[in-house]
């Protein structure tokens, strides 16, 4: 999976946006509102994306493994159920 380029995330008081700006995304009419846990995996997912064109549930798993006190199997739960609304939401492709 890749995270779909022109979307920037932006904080706003104690929750994080992302916002479609670029041209291509300049008629999507959702706002997406992310905790301070997908905004972390958001970024992990960009920084897969940018360093090897992809990124994975597996790979997002382990970096919030790394960075949170969160058991393997727990972390890919949450993992897959945060990509499947990201799916929805059109704001990664597969």
């Given at each position: 999976?890749?995270?779909?380029?022109?979307?920037?995330?932006?904080?706003?008081?104690?929750?994080?946006?992302?916002?479609?700006?670029?041209?291509?995304?300049?008629?999507?009419?959702?706002?997406?509102?992310?905790?301070?846990?997908?905004?972390?995996?958001?970024?992990?997912?960009?920084?897969?994306?940018?360093?090897?064109?992809?990124?994975?549930?597996?790979?997002?798993?382990?970096?919030?493994?790394?960075?949170?006190?969160?058991?393997?199997?727990?972390?890919?739960?949450?993992?897959q159920t945060t990509v499947d609304?990201?799916?929805?939401?059109?704001?990664?492709?597969?």
């Amino acid at each position: 999976m890749k995270t779909i380029e022109g979307f920037k995330l932006r904080k706003l008081g104690n929750e994080y946006i992302l916002v479609g700006e670029s041209m291509a995304l300049i008629n999507f009419n959702k706002m997406i509102t992310l905790n301070e846990t997908a905004a972390f995996l958001w970024k992990a997912a960009e920084e897969a994306s940018a360093s090897h064109g992809v990124f994975t549930v597996s790979d997002l798993s382990k970096a919030l493994c790394d960075e949170y006190d969160v058991a393997p199997e727990q972390a890919m739960t949450d993992v897959q159920t945060t990509v499947d609304s990201w799916k929805e939401a059109g704001i990664i492709e597969t």
